[in-house]
């Protein structure tokens, strides 16, 4: 060595090597020019490998080379920590002339890496991004060893997540930005490496990864970072697209797990493809994350608490494809500990113009409040939840009405003398939805409002009560077995808030034929009101609806004569209705009965 520092030789592969030697024994700082300050182009850095490995009459074996010391960790005249990046810098550039590191060239750079983990990390991201068979060699040896794996991989995962760049200064001051591409490329350089170390990191670098999918697929990558790909791609023969890259990392992290029939699943059902398509990709998340229950409720779980860290940072290109999986392993989390995060999150996409994304909030409030102590902290949606009750998506107006029943015995709601007459108008209106599933749970939403409302609040619900008996009646006669056991319970509920004890006996016996005698007993004025709401009811497509209201109809307490029943049945049966002198003309106690479809505003009744 001595003689290789005071008679170097001239030709250009000598000079390179004795420097490289020098730099290496002594522990010193390379010179400015042997520095690696820069990122190494692939064409150049092709060319040192050529040279090193073609020029075998000049090159010695690798084991010859002398390996970089760790003398600069004992000297006092700097600081080492200073050191760390010029000191990597030097280990990558005498590899490039390497075929393999020996053992301890291996032992060196895994003892840098686990007492100078950032500074290692970011300086040979820097000084090789494309991460060349030298830096290759470095994140393998780096990879083999535990302790070194669980210090360097927090400062990768960090690069992953910021994207496209990452900004963080090293010891010697160098601030230049890392590609969050050129991290997620060291994984799939080192995960063949996988061990136990990986385990705590798992669950936050498969969100890390997903996201990098998700986020190559919604958007197209700035300029700069096409150009870098371009040169990995070259580099390694990597996908053209850096979205299918990234699957091809995550496919191969979940081989190591193991999870290999989640990704045979996710190939059967053709979900990859479907990942990589930025407008079926939620649908894709959706299926990943149900796959992912069934192999593992404990990974799914470590998952969704980092998907959720993703989500609160508000991300509008991953924000529907993250929501998406989160809503599917919700039920994973802990909400005492993440339920205040989770409530945030769904109440921000509820206000969203996105139809998808406020049904995925949706989806996830439903199961937020099945959790008492979740429901009671939901009181502040009511009236967001109320506007979307009268959205034209059915299963918007379903979920709503899901979580107004869980969240109305916690809500102050029921001692407002405002909001509960309001909500019960929109639900009386819904009671004649065309979607069964929809009206079953408006009326029993009803019948839980009159159940729970306060003292105070019931003097402005009672005319809005009174005007539900009528249609709650036909119901009870509907083909759905659910919505007429579900009516015939409401009607009683309704009757027993109207403190009509009558009323209330004649539900009991099922005696609903007399409920319209007694209904009208007291109050024959209502007798023109109850046959409007009658009408509608009269060309229903359900045989039995159309037979109930042309019986009640044809009561003693709602006179006509012969001739307008005739019309009337004629009506319920779609029939043309028979004209005659009696019907023509009207009397005191005459009704005009119009030709109207059910929802026409348009009524022309007279008593």
């Known amino acids: 060595m001595t003689e290789l520092q005071a008679e170097p030789d001239v030709s250009p592969d000598s000079a390179e090597l004795s420097e490289d ?17 820069e990122d190494v182009p692939i064409t150049n850095t092709k060319t040192r490998e050529t040279q090193g490995l073609t020029n075998t009459g000049t090159t010695p074996a690798p084991t010859m080379i002398p390996a970089p010391t760790m003398d600069f960790f004992k000297e006092t005249a700097v600081p080492s920590q200073q050191r ?7 280990i990558h550039q005498s590899l490039l002339s390497h075929v393999s590191a020996d053992a301890r060239l291996q032992r060196d750079i895994v003892r840098l890496a686990e007492e100078h983990p950032a500074d290692v990390v970011l300086t040979l991201l820097r000084c090789a991004p494309t991460c060349d068979r030298a830096a290759a060699m470095m994140w393998r040896a780096i990879g083999s060893s535990g302790p070194a794996v669980e210090k360097v991989l927090p400062t990768l995962l960090c690069v992953m997540e910021d994207w496209p760049q990452h900004r963080m200064c090293t010891s010697d001051g160098d601030n230049e930005a890392v590609f969050a591409l050129a991290a997620t490329l060291v994984i799939w350089v080192i995960v063949p490496k996988y061990n136990k170390a990986m385990i705590p990191f798992t669950g936050q670098l498969f969100v890390a990864l997903l996201f990098h999918v998700a986020i190559t697929t919604q958007q197209m990558p700035p300029e700069e970072v096409g150009h870098f790909w371009r040169a990995c791609q070259e580099e390694h023969r990597l996908p053209s697209k850096p979205n299918r890259f990234a699957v091809q990392a995550m496919k191969a992290l979940l081989y190591r797990l193991p999870c290999d029939k989640l990704v045979m699943a996710m190939e ?4 990859w493809d479907t990942l990589l398509r930025a407008h079926t990709q939620h649908y894709a998340m959706g299926l990943l994350a149900r796959e992912m229950r069934r192999v593992s409720i404990i990974f799914c779980s470590c998952i969704a608490s980092h998907v959720l860290w993703h989500l609160s940072r508000e991300e509008p290109c991953w924000d529907l ?11 994973c989390l802990d909400f005492s500990k993440y339920g205040g995060s989770v409530l945030n999150i769904m109440s921000r996409h509820l206000q969203s113009e996105c139809s998808q994304r406020r049904r995925l909030a949706l989806r996830g409030l439903v199961l937020l409040s099945k959790d008492p102590s979740m429901a009671r902290r939901m009181c502040s949606l009511s009236r967001s939840l109320l506007e979307l009750v009268g959205d034209a998506d059915e299963e918007v107006v379903s979920m709503s009405l899901r979580v107004l029943t869980n969240v109305l015995p916690h809500h102050g709601i029921l001692r407002s003398s405002i909001i509960a007459p309001k909500l019960a108008e929109v639900l009386l209106l819904l009671f004649d939805h065309k979607n069964s599933h929809v009206q079953l749970l408006c009326i029993q939403l009803f019948c839980k409002l009159m159940e729970l409302v306060a003292d105070e609040g019931k003097k402005p619900l009672k005319t809005i009560v009174n005007e539900s008996l009528y249609t709650l009646l036909i119901y009870c006669h509907d083909d759905n077995w659910h919505v007429a056991k579900a009516s015939r319970e409401t009607l009683h509920c309704a009757a027993k808030f109207l403190m009509r004890r009558d009323l209330e006996q004649l539900v009991e016996k099922e005696q609903l034929s007399k409920f319209v005698k007694c209904l009208l007993a007291e109050d024959r004025i209502r007798a023109a009101e109850h046959l409007r709401r009658a009408l509608p009811y009269l060309q229903s497509p359900e045989e039995p609806l159309r037979e109930a209201a042309l019986s009640f109809m044809g009561m003693d307490e709602f006179p006509m004569m012969r001739g307008q029943q005739e019309e009337l049945h004629a009506l319920s049966q779609g029939l043309e209705a028979p004209r005659n002198n009696a019907s023509q003309s009207c009397s005191k106690n005459e009704i005009s009965v119009p030709r109207t479809a059910p929802g026409d505003t348009e009524e022309h009744i007279t008593s």
């Open 84 to 90: 760390v990046p010029a000191k990597v810098k030097d």
């Open 21 to 37: 030697s020098e730099a290496a024994v002594n522990g010193h700082r390379a010179k400015p020019e042997m520095a690696v300050n």
């Open 321 to 331: 494809p993250a929501l998406a999986f989160l809503v599917e392993v919700l039920d």
């Open 268 to 271: 059967r059902k053709r979900g």
